[in-house]
């Protein structure tokens, strides 16, 4: 998406050990007219796609699954990262590892809100190792439903997530494809 | 707010302890259809104030933060829940009670997204104790920025923090204000 990758090189921020940052438009402050765009391209991607959810994770995924949402019709879910072992059965839980912050979490979604004849499509701001979005690929197994497709802002590509999650049988439509990057600020698309 | 108080009535679980559940559509499984509907309401409310920014805490405000912003066609941030002492000087950080986890927490947001000239609506899913929303106020005071008033959902008019940050000197405009509730699922309103 053309729109997604020229902010991207405008406003994106190269740091050391391969961050992209993006908190100007994407994940601290938000914009929400960027996100109805985006909301706009996954709607025509998935538009035969009869989806009736959209599943995300806290926090930084919220804003933009809530914007994208409107272009559906449907409610969206968000998985919430769990502090406590959650040993209760009404929550499906699943667990994500964190390269940013050295950790394994657990994240849940209460069985109230996901249900067997759900057809879920996962948004998320990034996929770089693909542990949080394969830890809501589980999250959907666990309940029954089934997963549609998975919408990512921005796809770092010289990661193994996206390969992981495709091969896995996930249809990965990712708005922006970072091929590389470096300290200068140079970033290379797919 | 009619449509939302007889949503709360319809669909709101009461638990002891004074505990009002609403995340059925809310902040936990969230209908955009109804934050619109909000949003519509807060920008008649607040629509001769020039709102440059919508700020919010994550991660339950994020979602209602941005289907508002719409209709302001300003940019969100939401404020960080920081696990670390912030002694660096490229943020703004406030302190947080959370009564229901019983503990004290930093937020923060980067000084990049915040400046004088800015007009700022607060939004947040609940206000009780107060603490969550005066540490917003807090946020906005040290930018030099003017808090031009907040949104929220739900109140609990039956807690100190309405009174509270009313006392400050910050218009809030409670969508659905809790007079009193009891455990056998009955809500009044004021």
């Known amino acids: 998406m053309e729109l997604l990758e020229r902010r991207i090189k405008e406003d994106g921020k190269v740091y050391p050990g391969g961050v992209l940052k993006v908190d100007s438009f994407l ?3 938000l914009d929400v007219r960027l996100f109805a765009e985006m909301g706009k391209e996954w709607a025509r991607l998935f538009a035969e796609d009869n989806i009736t959810k959209i599943l995300t994770i806290e926090a930084s995924g919220i804003g933009i699954a809530c ?10 879910i968000f998985a919430k990262k769990s502090k406590t072992k959650n040993i209760a059965g009404d929550v499906y839980t699943s667990q994500v590892e964190s390269y940013t912050h050295g950790r394994t979490y657990d994240i849940i979604v209460s069985k109230q809100f996901l249900h067997p004849e759900d057809r879920v499509l996962l948004i998320d701001d990034f996929l770089a190792n693909g542990s ?5 690929v589980k999250l959907v197994e666990d309940a029954g ?3 549609v497709g998975a919408g990512i802002a921005v796809e770092k590509a010289f990661q193994t997530g996206g390969a992981l999650v495709r091969e896995y049988g996930v249809r990965v439509e990712s708005l922006a494809r970072v091929a590389s990057m470096s300290e200068d600020g140079s970033i290379r698309f797919c």
Not at 67 to 73: E, L, N
């Open 67 to 76: 914007i994208v949402a409107q272009y559906f019709d449907v409610p969206v």
């Open 27 to 29: 994940n601290h402050q």
């Open 132 to 136: 949080a979005l394969m830890g809501l």
């Open 145 to 147: 439903a089934t997963t």
